[in-house]
């Protein structure tokens, strides 16, 4: 079904997929399993610069860098091979390439989507008694995320 400019999205609309390639230029993306929640916040370092040419005497402010942060929350599923391979790669410390944007139900060409490579900043499980077992995992961008569209 084709969407509408100005529609809201449905966050089920959008989805975190896993690389699960150890090709980086052969990827292979795995929408991560019985997802419940993804977060994606975007952070800038600033530096400041004073001199004796600053308008009103005031520091200039410029933009040194950009981070990319994930949050990424999920139902535990027997056999669960996402968190198996996010804790693998965690416990070798490699970094994990990530791919943030419309489920490939909704994709349609033109649509923008985030890919770069990520660290794994922390990986968390909760088993509460008569609960859902869940897992967070929280990425930190590692070098540039870029900002891809779907081919036709």
């Known amino acids: 079904m084709a ?17 699960t390639s150890e090709d ?6 795995k929408a991560q399993a019985l997802a419940t929640s993804h977060t994606i ?9 004073l001199t004796k040419d600053s308008p009103g005497g005031n520091p200039e402010k410029r933009i ?3 981070t990319v942060t994930i949050k990424a929350d999920a139902l535990r599923s027997f056999g669960d091979s996402d968190k198996k391979l996010l804790l693998k790669t965690m416990k070798q ?12 139900d909704d994709e ?18 909760t088993s ?3 609960e859902d077992v869940t897992y967070s995992a929280q990425f930190s961008s590692s070098g540039d995320v870029v900002t891809k569209q779907k081919e036709a």
């Not at 410390?93 to 490939?104: D, I, P, R, S, T």
Request: glycine share 8%; charged share 30%.
């Open 93 to 104: 410390k490699k970094n994990v390439m990530l791919k943030y944007g419309f489920a490939e």
């Open 108 to 125: 349609q060409a033109g649509d923008d989507y985030e890919e770069g490579e990520f660290v794994i900043d922390s990986l968390e499980e």
């Open 128 to 130: 509460q008694a008569g």
């Open 24 to 29: 980086p230029d052969s990827p292979s993306w």
């Open 3 to 19: 969407r509408q400019e100005g529609e809201p999205l449905d966050g089920r609309n959008l989805m975190l997929y896993i690389n």
């Open 41 to 49: 916040t975007y952070n800038t370092e600033t530096k400041e610069r």
């Open 64 to 66: 040194t860098s950009v």
